[in-house]
């Protein structure tokens, strides 16, 4: 449905200014998204009326879309009926976020392990009082994955420490908020790129895993917050001790 037809009058855009007019077009879109002018699932005006209200060039318009796109808040559909339209942004963007600033700041494992530390715990104590039947049955699956790939493995570790990003994930999606879920996406992938540092303690770190998410996931089935939380400090604090960049976690759990 047009943007006109969904609520009354189509933002007030005013001409973009002439310094760095990508990042005013850019701006004045989002704003009007954020600030529900332009409503989810709205139908942003075509190429051309943005470019004339805005009095910059389409190329501009395109690229300033692109970028919204980017950014999971405008959806570009293909076909005869396409367009721009207003979107929701998921908790993958988020985490894809996340991830890509996480990797381009080179956050070092000292703090990545300090911030995961009450990031984690929190997430299990909140766990432990929201999950549901299916969320205990998506970690259960994951513990039991964990234990069948350290009987399968000898040499790369790499699945298991995958399978356990996996299960943190899952855990983050149980507390039923979507910022802790999109910051748990986001940890994956820089965790996985942190755990070959560990060299030789990544095989010792990787035998703890199902016994330690195991012992999470009980805590967790049985809603036991301070449990889950106490269970998921000694779990992180554990990749810590393994790790020769990380120290002094012992004192902060």
Do not use: C
């Amino acid at each position: 449905m047009p943007l006109s037809e969904q609520t009354g009058s189509p933002p007030s855009f005013s001409p973009a200014r002439r310094l760095r007019t990508l990042d005013d077009v850019f701006l004045q879109i989002r704003a009007a998204i954020l600030a529900g002018e332009i409503p989810e699932g709205a139908r942003l005006p075509n190429e051309r009326d943005l470019a004339e209200r805005f009095e910059v060039g389409r190329p501009t318009v395109r690229e300033a879309l692109r970028s919204l796109e980017a950014l999971g808040i405008v959806e570009i559909r293909p076909g005869r009926s396409g367009g721009a339209y207003a979107a929701r942004p998921s908790e993958a963007t988020l985490g894809s976020a996340l991830s890509t600033l996480v990797s381009l700041q080179g956050v070092s494992p000292q703090e990545l392990a300090e911030f995961r530390l009450s990031f984690e715990a929190d997430n299990a104590w909140w766990a432990a009082r929201r999950a549901d039947a299916d969320d205990i049955a998506a970690l259960e699956l994951l513990v039991s994955e964990t234990r069948r790939l350290l009987k399968q493995i000898t040499e790369d570790w790499t699945q298991l420490t995958d399978a356990d990003a996996r299960w943190h994930e899952a855990l983050a999606r149980a507390t039923k908020n979507r910022l802790r879920i999109g910051i748990s996406l986001g940890l994956h992938e820089p965790r996985l790129r942190q755990a070959p540092a560990l060299g030789d303690a990544h095989a010792r770190y990787a035998r703890t895993i199902p016994t330690a998410l195991a012992k999470i996931t009980r805590a967790v089935k049985a809603h036991d917050a301070d449990r889950a939380r106490s269970v998921m400090l000694d779990h992180i604090a554990q990749w810590a001790r393994l790790n020769p960049d990380v120290s002094d976690l012992e004192s902060a759990g």
